[in-house]
């Protein structure tokens, strides 16, 4: 079902299409994630590793299958962006408890993302929309890539991780920079 521009949202079982199944899919994935990734023992990073590959590639299918086929519905646009916070927030706090990241970019990569969600249900609340920046995808790309060599456990990996880490976090500031001016823009 396409997006309505009437105030009256469509029932919310009627939003449930594939992309948002798919989402859903992402969400319920997060627990299973953080199962095999407390422990790094035996096999478990390389578990956690897949599940988490799995859970982004969904990232990527529910965006595509939503455009592809015209099923871009609001419960989508709400549960998109809160699947994708949940699953780089479990698997970074998890690295933070596995002292494999350190504790303050995630206190800012976390801090960044509360703000924006912030900023956008302001603007969503004033009937502004602010389209996401290229910053805001390829930060998620570096911390797809980041957590995916660090849950792996590997010694080797760990300075590649945290360097794509780094760089995920100054991308972070800068679309949450990017986003406030884009805000401030649209109202001033």
Known sequence: MALQQSDTPPPISSQLNWP????????????????????????YPVIASTIFLVAAFTDW?????????????????????????????????????RQQVPAWMVVIIICRELAVTGLRAMAADQHIIIAADVFG????????????LLMLNLPILDVPGLIV???????????????LRKYLVKVL
């Open 137 to 148: 995808k390829y930060k998620m790309v570096c911390f797809i890539i980041a957590a995916l």
């Open 165 to 179: 880490l780094s760089i995920g976090t100054a991308l972070s500031v800068v679309s949450g920079i990017d986003y």
């Open 61 to 97: 299918l529910d965006g595509h299958v939503a455009r592809s086929t015209n099923q871009i519905t609001r419960l989508g646009q709400l549960l998109d962006p809160i699947a994708d916070k949940l699953l780089v927030t479990a698997a970074l706090v998890s690295l933070v408890g």
């Open 20 to 43: 948002n199944k798919i989402t859903l899919v992402r969400i319920f994935l997060v627990p299973l994630l953080l199962v095999f990734l407390i422990s790094p023992a035996g096999w």
